[in-house]
């Protein structure tokens, strides 16, 4: 990037964190509510991009990331409280659990979700990785159809369908300092998360390893002959990517105070692929914007629409006409449009 682009870029990145920091004092509760879940999905979307559009490979397997970083938060907010989770973790995590008694604890949700999704990532990166294309997308689904069965059959751990409900924890450090959650600092802390995770996965995108996995992306055999180790690289791009997909997953979580197996379903996965299409795979914006724009269209048509119409028919039209006439995203012909 020239000194020019440089200054374009962070200009404009300031000014949507402005307008992103402002939304929840001038916007009415439903909608200020409406952006955080949009950013929450972008990251979701995000994380997904990370195989998508830098390394090439297509998941449907995303559900299980997101659910299981939702039941991770989940268990640690209610663990003290549910018998039959305590009585399958080992004495010394139990005695610490009781230690820290029975009030939500946010560090511990961020942590419990992140190390769950992070090792189920872990576990599926293993056995996927070693295929290639559909075979590899196929594989994705297949494992999140799996933990699907095992959390809605888990009855007695994860509640079945109905999932578990949950007190939403208080902003801070234990012991330190803490403040409950408002509408207004829960919108800035999922704000903060997901920019901050936006910055990290930009540098990493642009680092050596990001530029591996482009390679991989653009000529996978090329970069096998020339001496990168191409299966690692695929293992830690679906770890990286499992652990952000996590991350917005215990967001949701704690934006909404519940966890249920709908979403470790396939269908999440297939809205992150949605998201990066629409907004333009390879961008990591790019995802957030075709979030927004999907969920924005999908409630304006519902309202339009009610129950009297099938109002996803419409939005169908719109996404294949995306498809069809904007195959870069709409990131991609903005960009286009600027440069003119």
């Known amino acids: 990037m020239t000194r020019r682009d440089t200054i374009i870029y962070w200009s404009g990145f300031g000014v949507i964190m402005a307008l992103l ?8 509760p439903y909608w200020a509510r409406f952006i955080t879940e949009i950013l929450i999905w972008g990251l979701l ?35 003290t409280s549910q018998a039959a989770i305590m009585t399958v973790l ?5 005695d610490l659990l009781l230690l820290i008694g029975e009030r939500p604890n946010l560090l511990l949700a961020l942590a419990f979700g992140l190390i769950a999704a992070a090792a189920i990532a872990a576990f599926v990166a293993y056995f996927s990785t070693r295929l290639r294309d559909i075979y590899f997308a196929i594989t994705t689904l297949i494992f999140s159809q799996i933990f699907y069965v095992i959390i809605f059959t888990w009855t ?14 208080a902003l801070g450090i234990p012991g330190v300092w803490t403040t409950p959650f408002t509408p207004e600092t829960l919108h800035w802390f999922v704000l903060a998360v997901v920019a901050g ?7 990493v995108m642009r680092s050596p390893f990001g530029m591996v996995l482009q390679s991989i992306r653009e000529n996978e055999p090329r970069t096998r002959a020339i001496g990168y180790a191409v299966e690692r690289y695929k293992i830690v791009a679906v770890m990286l990517s499992g652990l952000f997909a996590g991350l917005s997953g215990v967001l949701y979580a704690v934006q909404n105070r519940f966890a249920a197996p709908d979403f470790v379903f396939f269908i999440i996965s297939g809205d992150a692929v949605i998201f990066n299409v629409m907004g333009g795979i390879g961008t990591l914006v790019g995802p957030i914007v075709g979030a927004a724009t999907f969920l924005l ?23 294949i006409a995306i ?12 960009r286009r449009w600027l440069n003119k």
């Open 323 to 334: 498809i069809i006439f904007l195959p870069q995203g709409l990131l991609g012909f903005m």
């Open 90 to 94: 080992p004495k010394l995590l139990q």
């Open 197 to 203: 995770s936006y910055l990290i996965l930009r540098r």
């Open 45 to 79: 979307a995000m994380s997904s991009d990370i195989l998508i559009g830098y390394t090439g490979m297509v998941s449907f397997g995303h559900s299980a990331f997101f659910g299981l970083g939702m039941y991770g938060a989940a268990a640690a907010l209610l663990i």
């Open 156 to 169: 007695d751990v994860t509640g079945g369908e109905n999932g578990l409900s949950f007190r939403r924890p």
């Open 297 to 319: 269209l999908r409630e304006g048509l519902g309202r339009l629409f009610g129950d009297q119409f099938p109002y996803l028919i419409p939005l169908g039209f719109i996404f």
């Open 21 to 28: 920091i402002a939304a929840p004092l001038v916007l009415p």
